[in-house]
């Protein structure tokens, strides 16, 4: 009961002050459950030149900073740290503990002093602010529970002309993929404008680019779309 008090104290300290927790929409659609950290092989994705391809059409060059979301074994995280080079940075970040630490211990094997591994939450990947030229989200769209709110709290870590880049497959959420007018939709619900969307045939899906436009909408007037 004493380990509880300061939190109740805390609790009620907000609610004489008229702080409550920002209310957004639940998502109009299936959310995929997670059900493994790797969507193929490295040595197949490296066949069809998937990275590649994806890091080609994102404008990932030297110097950059770039975020790494739902992260994973770390296929992109790897290529990416490469990639960016040692002025560059490349923050990587899992919601599964065990994911997390063995995407650590990998990048202490590889020696990538460019690369950070951290812990996210579902709803949120607190993000420092203005701090990423791109931000990836790579075969885990899907797998969001909470999209509005997670896009809405991503929002601010942008640099000014940052972009987030999503690769997905073109069938419903609920088979693990992302419909691109469902996601175009989601996106521009919390104030993003969609600037390039190329197919990617190696996973029957596409390579979608979103910046930030305007002010970020207040969490009530935000819409649900339908999925």
Same mark, same amino acid.
């Given at each position: 009961m004493r380990r509880a008090l300061p939190l109740?104290?805390?609790?009620?300290v907000a609610c004489n002050r008229g702080e409550t927790a920002p209310v957004f929409p639940e998502a109009d659609r299936?959310?995929?459950p997670i059900t493994s950290n790797r969507f193929s092989t490295e040595e197949a994705r490296d066949r069809v030149n998937e990275s590649g391809t994806v890091m080609d059409n994102a404008g990932i060059a030297p110097g950059m900073t770039i975020a790494d979301i739902g992260a994973g +074994?770390? @296929? @992109?995280?790897?290529?990416?740290?490469?990639?960016?080079? +040692?002025?560059?940075?490349v923050l990587a970040e #899992?919601?599964?503990? #065990?994911?997390?630490?063995?995407? $650590?211990? &990998?990048?202490? &094997?590889?020696?990538?002093?460019n690369v950070s591994v951290r812990l996210g939450e579902p709803d949120d990947p607190k993000l420092p602010e203005n701090s990423f030229d791109r931000i990836f989200m790579v075969h885990m769209y %899907? +797998?969001?529970?909470?999209p509005y709110e997670f896009l809405w709290r991503m929002r601010p870590s942008l640099n000014a002309d940052? &972009?987030?880049?999503?690769?997905? $497959?073109?069938?419903?959420?609920? #088979? %693990?993929?992302?419909?691109?007018?469902?996601?175009?939709? +989601?996106?521009?619900?919390?104030? @993003?404008?969609l600037v390039?969307?190329?197919?990617?045939?190696?996973? #029957?899906?596409?390579?979608?680019?979103f910046q930030a436009t305007g002010a970020r909408p207040e969490p009530e007037t935000i819409k649900a779309c339908k999925g």
């Open positions: 109740l104290l805390l609790t009620l299936p959310v995929a +074994e770390g @296929y @992109y995280t790897i290529r990416l740290a490469q990639r960016v080079g +040692e002025k560059g940075r #899992d919601i599964v503990p #065990d994911v997390r630490n063995a995407l $650590a211990a &990998r990048v202490t &094997r590889e020696q990538l002093d %899907h +797998e969001i529970a909470e940052g &972009r987030v880049i999503v690769v997905d $497959a073109e069938r419903p959420t609920k #088979d %693990h993929g992302t419909p691109i007018a469902l996601l175009t939709c +989601e996106f521009a619900a919390v104030g @993003y404008k390039q969307n190329t197919p990617l045939p190696a996973v #029957d899906g596409y390579i979608a680019q």
